[in-house]
């Protein structure tokens, strides 16, 4: 799709956040390993590909992961995805950009803020996708990122994760 049809797609904003027990570096940490994703999102089966970099002075790391739609337990669909992640102002943010089929952008920035005796996790996103699809991918992200969320709590303090 050409640049300038992808600018017209409209952009949906979402926004998650949770407060963990754990300093923000714990979770900035954690975080910056893609391989951590897999058991804190229920789509994600695996990543590769991984691939440290640096862009203008700031550490990146690019990988690729796989999503498993399932309905009923049997596995519809395996979509690929290409993520980037910058480590924008350790330890308190990391800007997250995710390209998935069929042009679908995720832009997502994860703060890191102390709180008490534990750390504010917040995780704003803005979705570019094809207005067709909206209400879908807005339900899948909105699912995904509340597991991830409440994943990341439960591994981070301790508790068992559940999966969704």
Same mark, same amino acid.
């Given at each position: ?36 994703? &897999?058991?804190?999102? @229920?789509?994600? *089966? ?5 691939? #440290?970099?640096? !862009?203008?002075?700031?550490?990146? =790391? ?35 950009? &995710?390209?998935?089929? @069929?042009?679908? *952008? ?5 703060? #890191?803020?102390? !709180?008490?005796?534990?750390?504010? =996790? ?16 807005i339900s899948e ?24």
């Amino acid at each position: 799709m050409p640049e300038s049809e992808m600018l017209k797609m409209p952009v949906y904003l979402l926004e998650f956040q949770t407060q963990i027990k754990v300093p923000p570096q714990v979770v900035y940490d954690h975080l910056s390993d893609p391989h951590n994703f &897999v058991g804190l999102q @229920p789509l994600l *089966t695996h990543v590769e590909a991984v691939q #440290f970099g640096e !862009l203008n002075g700031v550490r990146s =790391v690019s990988y690729t992961t796989v999503e498993a739609f399932r309905r009923m337990n049997i596995v519809l669909y395996r979509n690929r995805i290409r993520v980037q992640s910058f480590f924008t102002r350790p330890p308190y943010q990391i800007n997250v950009v &995710v390209h998935s089929f @069929p042009n679908i *952008t995720l832009n997502v920035e994860y703060t #890191f803020a102390p !709180l008490g005796d534990g750390v504010l =996790v917040k995780e704003e996103m803005q979705i570019q996708a094809h207005a067709l699809l909206a209400k879908f991918v807005i339900s899948e992200a909105t699912k995904a990122q509340t597991a991830l969320l409440e994943n990341l709590k439960h591994r981070l303090e301790g508790a068992p994760t559940k999966i969704s």
